[in-house]
Structure formats: C-alpha cells, structure tokens
C-alpha cells in the first residue's frame, strides 16, 4: 500500500499515524520530495526544493501544541527525570500519551529527552523510561549518555536514537564513531560549528541536526563543570545554575580592572539565529533545524516555529528571500524573548559580536525613539508597528550623578494604542527619561493572544481523546550489569601519574623514575617547543575540541606520543584509525559502568572519572566498574569550563591573531561577586579556559580506593592560577610579573618536583 503524504497547516510535507519512519530513510524521503510530491485535493503539484525538519522544544503540554499548530515536523520534550531540563514542566505520563496522539494526528515526530550522564545505579530507571515512552508514542529518543545508547538499543528495539548536542560531535570522525559504534540515527553537532564545517559533517552520510535558534551556552556543550563545582548543581544533570548569565570583573594579577566599558556579563553570549542562512543549511545537507527553548513560554514557541516555517516554505517553494523580507523575519523574531541575536558560529567568528555584555535578560526588539518628553508621558516616534497591549521597554541612560534610590532597571510601560512605522504614538511614563532614548517592545500581544487561540484549539482535541497507556514490552537483558568482580577486590597498586607544568619538571619527573607516566596537556605544547622532543615518553591529554581544524594536530600527536587521553568523540575515532594507545576522559564522561565498559569495548587502557562526581558516587562506580579501568585526579586545579570565545576580546578589539596576542600572557581573573577570583587561560588558538581558584584534594579518597580496584591517580601540576609563569617570554612579560601574582592571594600552584618519588607516593597514600 503506497504512503500518502498531507500537509500540515503551514504547509510541510509529513507523515501520517505514529510517524514510525528510521530517521535514515524519514531523511532520504525528505531529500527525494521533489520527486515524491504530495498528492493534496484542490491543489496542483508543484515542484519543491529539500528542506530540513524543524524540530520545536516542548516543555509542556500547550508548548507541544503551540509547535504542532504553528508547524513544526517534530517536538522534543522531556519526560520525568533524566534530562536536562531538571525544571521544565514536562508532562506525566497519560497527558504525553495524549500529547502524542494529537502531534502524531498532525504529522508531526515527537521525540524524548534522556539527555543526561546517568550515574551508576540509575540504569535500569532511564532504560524503562524509555520503554514506557515509547509504548506512548515517542517515536524517537535524544540521548547523551553512551551507556544508556547502548542499553535503549539492546532493550528497546525499533525506538530510533539520536545523539544529544551534550556528546560534543564536532566532526565527521565523532559522528562516523557514534553511529558505528553506538547505533544512532542522527547526531547533533556542536553549536560552535560554522556553515562550512556544518556541510563538511553532513557529508560523511550520518543524518546531522543543527541547532537554528535560541539561547546559546558559552561553554562547549557536555563540557561545563561551572554550576556542578562552584555551586554544587550539575549542567550535565539538567540543574545547571546558569553562571555564565552573571555579572563578572575581569581583573589583571595586580587586582586592577581591565575589561573596557563594554558591560558586566563577560560570558554571556546573544541568542542563536540562523534565519539568514537557512538556504545555506539546506544545501549542506542538513536533517533537521533544531529550536532551543524547552524552558520557554508557549507563545516563544509558536512565534519562533511559525517564522522559521514561513521561511523554510518559501525556500521549500523557491522563493527567494531577500534583505528586506529577511529583515522583517528577524524582527517579528525580536518579538520573543531574546538576548539580542548573533550568527557569529555560523559565519566562523566567536568574538565580542557573540555576546551580549549588557544584560542577559530579554531585550527584546527596537521599535522607536522617544521623540519628547512630556508630563507623565512621552512621545515615540516609530521605527516597527506597535499594537494597543504590547509592553514597551525605555532604555533611557541615567547620568552619572543620578541619586541612589532611582531604580537602575528601564522602565517598562504599557502600549495602549497602534501605530504603524513612521507615527508618532503617546506613551504613559512616570520616569523621567531622555529624548533619543532607544524604545524597544519586549512582549507582543498579537503573539500572545495567536498562540493562546491555537494552544487552546489543540488542547481541546486533545481532551476529546482517550490516549490509554499501553504497557511497555520488556526485551532483552536487564539494565543492570553483572558485577565481574566482588566488592573490595582490588587489582594492585594504583598508577601514578603527573601532568607536568613545563618541559623542565616533566625531564625532572621522568628522570627521576618514583612516577608511572609523566602527562602534559595538548593546549600546552604549542606555546612550548621544548615540549616536542619529550613527546615519545609522555601521555597527552588531548583537548576537549576535536573539530576539523583540530584533526591534523590530534593525528600528529596520536603518532608520537607515547599514549593519549581523548576528550571528544571524535578524538577517539582518530586515535583508533591511528593505533595509539589512548585513555578517555570527560567529556567523554563516564559516569555508570555501562560506559566504562562500552569505552573499554573500544579499547580505551583507561577511563578517567569527571572532577564533578561526589565522593560517594565515584566509590559507587570504581565498585562497579572492571579492576583497574577508573582513574581519578587527586590534586590539580579543576576546569570549570572551555568557550571557544576569547574572554580578553573584553578588554577591546581582537585582530585575529591569537599566537601573537600580547594579553594572552598577563595574568587575568575573572571575579565573582562574591570576590573569589578564577584563573583564565586563553591558549593560542583563542579558546578560553576558567579554573576553579580551590585546589582539587582528593587524596584521601584515592587513599580508601587503591584496595577497591583503583586504577590510577593523577596530580595535575599546571599552574592555572600561574599561568603566567609558563606562558610569559623574557620580550613578552606580564604587567606585575609573577611577583604581583604571588600577592594577588591565589594559592600558589602545585610543584611537580615535591610529588617526585616518596613524595608521590606520601601523595597518594593521603598523607602529604
């Protein structure tokens, strides 16, 4: 019997009942709808080009809906615990069952979230989540985790798998590995990739999602340990505190600010917009265009979804769009709450237009100036149409010398009459503000009352259903892994290894034979030449990017180095095609036995376990896991995070050149409110690495583990609150010198020579 395509409101081709398509071939059909055309009584054919699937956030219920009627090809959303969105409304089980009853009735894909490291213990849980959603309709799961991938293959046959932005794939190798290895149907790719790396990763045939629109985090995606070890909230569990949307100083090591005028939210970045580059995207070869937003308001939704399709049609149609009809998309995007919007990724560059220094809360569109002021009111003269209930925004700017108690947040006032481009409306304002002054609106009511009329249109038919939950099939071994060996079973001493600061203390520390290996971080190299000549009897700790123009580098030193420690997919999948011996390490987070065991599958020597795991849980894994596969840093100053924008572009314009950059080698804090200062390190290809300022201590841990089948421990040497004392030329020197930073109260950096010999092992043993 043929399958008959319909279109949905907004005019997508889609598919009708559960919509249970392998996203392979659910791809292929897409990409053959010029030849596939659908048949739709009344209507003539009429040749269409490919575009991707626009796949909407659905948070809740009447978000889900709002997608559906503004037409979205697929929703994703969470369902109870395990994703990463811990404080989504995500619906129960009998209102999803109903959800996807009326999205399936529509054409439209749902898919689940499970996108979250899943600690040891909690495998069986996530593996029958994913059962009882898909016995409810989901017709595809989002997942992170390598262990649960391997679990919901096993155990869930026929629920399709993606693979969540949290895995970090950055390029062809990262994919190629995930669908061979892991099963996966689709992956999608860092939010830092640019159109032309985009197209590059589509090329290698794993059907690759992008995200279009919508909030940006500053770190790698799956790399940010900020929220879990400042504030004791993992991102990587769905509880992220947000720290990058918070006020900082960027100081130097004497204390001194250094950041230009530019605003206090160092690392906050604008939101996503792709709208421009939408034909791009779909000539790359692009599955699907993803919208960030889980966390978001029915109506951001359905003003979101409805723009990116009024746009994907007439690319579908052939239409072309240009700068003004472009413009005005991007406008009635303003419409939702956004931060500003940049394209930076997109177009390869991630300096200060990423950001949004300002404020990261809503900004909102700019509609006029106020034109004068009057008693109570003022007069604005329009640049946009406004509508009687819209909420206007005043950016007025206070003069220095303005007293204490005027409130320093923008006034917001109501629009109580319309008004097209070019009038002049009257605006009721009890504050006094300025001629000039920007007017911007932050919330539309034509939006609000659209998305409320189709939201309650679909949350109607939806009450008329009776969706009964069917019970879920179990197949396949259980979730739970044999142990392979008894508790308190150890496998030896643990190794010993210590990542060394400079070529010096590594020639020390390899001469002196009292550790196992001698580590350097990859980062590091490159400002050293000393380093190349070691190579052959170090261990390299590969850095968390792996994209294209990071493979050259990564192959070269899985060719000479001793062994490697892998942070990314893709890193893996070169070091395997290249034969060296490797490791792995977070990213790669290994949080569950399933994953040891699956990386150890791959031929991973060892596995080491992420700096924001509690003691407990990592007591909980190393039991679990194989003797001798888990290793853990027990002395070092933690990663808080990797950005690929450059912090110093802060203190004014950067020209690119990054080797060169003089501000590279002076000694930068970032500050917290609170005062505690944050190393940062920006490497010489302009990505920004922030450090914890308190010193990892986990050697007595280590100590209470070596008897239960730890398998190594690692000191970490690298100054990151002295990085100045590697990274500073004789021609070069930092402003202050290392004498200021001694004074700036950071507790000094470890000393690769006092952990040598005896002196490790008193390390190790939790007794230095």
């Not at 990017?545 to 997919?569: G, I, K, Q, Y």
């Not at 203190?651 to 804090?669: F, I, L, M, Q, T």
Request: glycine residues 8%; hydrophobic residues 45%.
């Amino acid at each position: 019997m043929p399958i008959h395509y319909r279109k949905t409101l907004a005019g997508a081709v889609v598919y009708p009942e559960r919509c249970q398509i392998p996203d392979r071939l659910h791809t292929a059909l897409r990409l053959a709808d010029v030849l596939l055309q659908p048949v739709v009584e009344g209507e003539a054919n009429d040749v269409r080009r490919p575009v991707p699937e626009l796949l909407a956030p659905a948070g809740s219920a009447d978000a889900l809906f709002a997608a559906v009627a503004a037409g979205a090809d697929a929703v994703y959303t969470g369902l109870g615990a395990f994703n990463a969105r811990a404080a989504a409304r995500d619906m129960d089980l009998a209102t999803f069952a109903r959800a996807c009853r009326v999205a399936h009735d529509h054409g439209v894909r749902v898919y689940v979230t499970e996108n979250v490291y899943l600690r040891e213990g909690e495998q069986a849980a996530a593996v029958d989540l994913a059962r009882r959603a898909f016995a409810a309709g989901a017709d595809a799961l989002i997942v992170a985790d390598a262990g649960l991938a391997r679990l919901v293959r096993e155990q869930v046959p026929g629920l399709e798998l993606h693979l969540s932005t949290q895995a970090g794939v950055m390029s062809a190798a990262g994919a190629r590995l995930a669908a061979r290895e892991l099963g996966v149907e689709r992956v999608t790719c860092a939010r830092e990739l640019s159109v032309a790396e985009i197209a590059e990763l589509c090329a290698e045939g794993v059907p690759v999602e992008v995200f279009c629109h919508g909030a940006i985090c500053i770190c790698y995606s799956g790399s940010c340990s900020f929220s879990a070890l400042r504030r004791g909230r993992s991102a990587n569990r769905g509880d992220c505190t947000q720290p990058c949307r918070l006020s900082y100083r960027l100081e130097d090591g004497r204390g001194l600010p250094v950041a230009q005028d530019v605003g206090e939210r160092l690392l906050c970045p604008r939101d996503y917009c792709s709208i421009r580059h939408l034909a791009e995207l779909a000539d790359a070869g692009v599955a699907a265009l993803k919208i960030e937003g889980r966390m978001k308001n029915p109506d951001y939704v359905y003003n979101v979804v409805r723009t990116y399709r009024t746009a994907l049609d007439a690319l579908a149609s052939g239409e072309a769009l240009d700068d003004g009809a472009l413009d005005e998309l991007e406008v009635q995007l303003g419409r939702s709450f956004n931060r500003g919007l940049t394209d930076a990724y997109l177009r390869g560059t991630s300096g200060a237009e990423l950001m949004s220094f300002e404020r990261a809360i809503n900004q909102g569109v700019r509609v006029g100036t106020v034109a004068e002021r009057g008693h109570y009111e003022v007069i604005v003269e329009l640049t946009q149409a406004v509508e009687a209930g819209d909420t206007l925004e005043i950016r007025t700017v206070l003069p220095p010398d303005a007293p204490a108690d005027v409130p320093r947040r923008f006034p917001l006032v109501p629009c109580e009459v319309s008004g097209a481009a070019g009038d002049r409306i009257r605006v009721r304002c009890k504050r006094r503000v300025g001629a000039g002054s920007p007017v911007h609106l932050t919330a539309s009511a034509r939006v609000l009352s659209e998305a409320q009329a189709a939201v309650a249109a679909l949350r109607a038919e939806a009450g008329r259903l009776e969706a009964p939950i069917p019970a879920p099939q179990r197949e396949g071994a259980p979730a739970t892994a044999v142990r392979e060996r008894p508790s308190g079973a150890g496998g030896g001493a643990p190794a010993r290894i210590v990542a060394a600061a400079t070529p010096e203390d590594a020639r020390a520390l390899l001469a002196d034979g009292g550790v196992d290996e001698v580590a350097v971080h990859a980062y590091r190299i490159a400002e050293d030449s000393g380093w190349e000549e070691l190579l052959g009897s170090l261990t390299v700790v590969l850095d968390e990017p792996c994209r294209v123009s990071d493979e050259p580098r990564v192959r070269e030193l899985c060719a000479r180095a001793r062994a490697v420690v892998c942070r990314n997919l893709g890193a893996i999948e070169l070091a395997r095609e290249s034969g060296a011996v490797f490791e792995v390490a977070a990213p790669v987070s290994a949080t569950n036995s399933t994953t040891v065991r699956w990386l150890l599958g791959l031929g991973t020597r060892r596995v080491w376990l992420p700096d924001e795991l509690a003691d407990g849980q990592v007591r909980a894994l190393v039991d679990a896991a194989p003797a001798g596969s888990c290793g853990v840093r027990v002395a070092g100053s933690p990663e808080l995070m990797i950005c690929e924008h450059c912090l110093l572009t802060a203190e004014g314009p950067c020209d690119g050149d990054h080797a060169a950059c003089a501000r590279r080698s002076a000694v930068r804090y970032l500050v917290e409110a609170d005062g505690t200062r944050l190393p940062v390190a920006v490497d010489i290809w302009g990505r920004t690495r922030i450090f914890d300022a308190r010193p990892q201590d986990r050697r007595g841990l280590a100590h209470e583990l070596a008897a239960r089948g730890l398998g190594a421990v690692l000191v970490d040497t690298v100054p990151a609150s002295g990085w100045v004392e590697t990274n500073t030329s004789p021609t070069n020197p930092s402003p202050g010198g290392v004498a200021a930073h001694r004074a700036s109260g950071v507790p000094k950096p470890l000393d690769s020579a006092r952990f040598a010999g005896p002196e490790l092992a008193k390390c190790i043993n939790g007794s230095l």
